[in-house]
């Protein structure tokens, strides 16, 4: 089975239309999804419908709790805040429903667990080898145990790799998933980027071959930035996606 693996899309309809393109020329079996479908950019109801049309597995991200009312955005940065307020305000009824209903984690096929921020907690990232131990403790901790886990969040593409209680950030592409090994690994963003590159970026990850590989697709960056602006957004959020950040 061929997974692809994405995160915080933000409704990014441009940037989201040209992975499920490259996924399909990859030809991904299934698409799992980290969460945070919604904030920041333009088009939240055009990337839910998409999801539900390609029949995508997602999890709530925290932008999605918060446009669902789940929990509110007074930790927030303003940016974030103004962006959740706005998606509240043009959100369609159904694509509401569909954000509430979305669960915080998902055990896929019996091989994997994808979550969106930490194993026990949607809004805290994992940020280095200190925090990836710690979620390894608590993979270890679940009812039903995984070694591998797919996680968002940070935007950034990243690779843990924990043997014998030691962690280390893998900069390989393909990474190789081995037994006796535990496995924390993120996509980075399909929506808005945070690693200098505005490539929209994801994953394979192949079960028969167990591997996975990273993967970035150009989109039109000028598209999303200009109905930013139109849709009365800030500025800032257009700017960031074209420097990557």
Known sequence: MRYAVISDIHSNLEA????????DKLKADKIICLGDIVGYNPNPNECIELIRKNKMQCLMGNHDSRVAGIEDASDFN????????????????????????????LLVD???????GWVSDTDRYIMGPGDALRNFELMNGLEKPV????????HVPAA????????ELTPDNPVKIEKGRKYLINPGAIGQPRDRDPRASFLIYDSKKSQVNFYRVEYDISSTAGKIIEAGLPERLAERLKLGW
Request: hydrophobic residues 50%; contains cysteine; negative net charge.
């Open 78 to 105: 303003l940016l974030a805040a103004r962006a959740i307020d706005w998606t509240i305000g043009v959100l369609k009824d159904e694509n509401l429903l569909f954000l509430k209903n979305l669960p915080r984690s």
């Open 110 to 116: 019996r091989k994997f667990l994808a979550i969106h």
């Open 16 to 23: 989201l239309e040209a992975f499920l393109d490259q996924a």
């Open 160 to 167: 843990y790799i924990e043997e014998g209680g030691s962690v």
């Open 147 to 154: 070694s591998l886990c797919f996680f968002g969040h940070t």
